[in-house]
């Protein structure tokens, strides 16, 4: 879905100015596509990539950066790093899924030419940073716009109580970083076991 809309807004720009009927049905399927996108990540919530599942975060985001470098001539470099194969489901999808919408942002929005994706588990954490060398643009306008894109990330790391920062400067590109505890569920902790008190 996420390639569709991108692959939608490219078409639209190599639609000629006069093109307004045109150019407004486009828009229109570009509309229509996120809409959907936004429904099936809720049903997506309840599954998982079968590359996840499969081969792990690392290895699925690295096939997911070469297809967006494949299809948009982004210079992609990916870069990962004591990333864990077993990371509970629900993290390595929101991870994943933060991975999607900051692509898209590249492809659709920053005109960058050069884009370096770094994932790697630190501690008890899994940490992804994704920065290109885009037009930028001023954070504080876009979240007082309500950006879409970036409360979705928001919303779905703070599930697996993660976080999601964006830094970026008209001109001097974006960085958006994307966190989450590797577990999600505190480990099971022994019950108190009653102690006997002497009479």
């Known amino acids: 879905m996420a390639l569709i809309g991108m ?3 490219r078409l639209e720009r190599m ?11 486009v828009s229109g399927l570009d509309l229509a ?4 996108a936004r429904d099936v990540q809720g049903i997506s919530h309840e599954l998982h990539s079968s590359k996840l599942e499969y081969f792990g975060l690392a290895v699925a985001a690295g096939h997911f950066c070469k297809e967006v470098s494949s299809h948009y001539g982004t210079t992609i470099e990916y870069v990962h790093e004591n990333v864990s194969a077993n990371l509970e489901k629900d993290v390595a999808i929101s991870v994943f899924r933060a991975l999607q ?7 659709k929005h920053s005109g960058a030419r050069h884009c370096r994706v770094t ?3 630190q501690g008890d954490e899994v940490q992804l940073q994704v920065t290109d060398d885009g037009r930028g643009f001023d954070t504080r306008a876009a979240q007082g716009g309500q950006s879409l894109g970036l409360i979705s990330m928001q919303e779905r790391l703070r599930l697996v109580n993660g976080e999601v920062t964006v830094d970026s400067t008209p001109g001097m590109g974006t960085t958006v970083r994307a966190s989450a505890p590797s577990r999600t569920t505190a ?3 022994p019950s108190p076991q009653p102690v006997a008190l002497g009479g």
């Open 119 to 121: 994932l790697r588990g």
């Open 187 to 189: 480990p099971d902790v």
């Open 7 to 9: 692959e939608l807004t």
């Open 101 to 107: 919408e900051a692509m898209s942002n590249v492809v």
């Open 33 to 36: 596509v996120a809409e959907l």
């Open 15 to 25: 639609l000629p100015d006069g093109a307004i009927d045109a150019r407004a049905q």
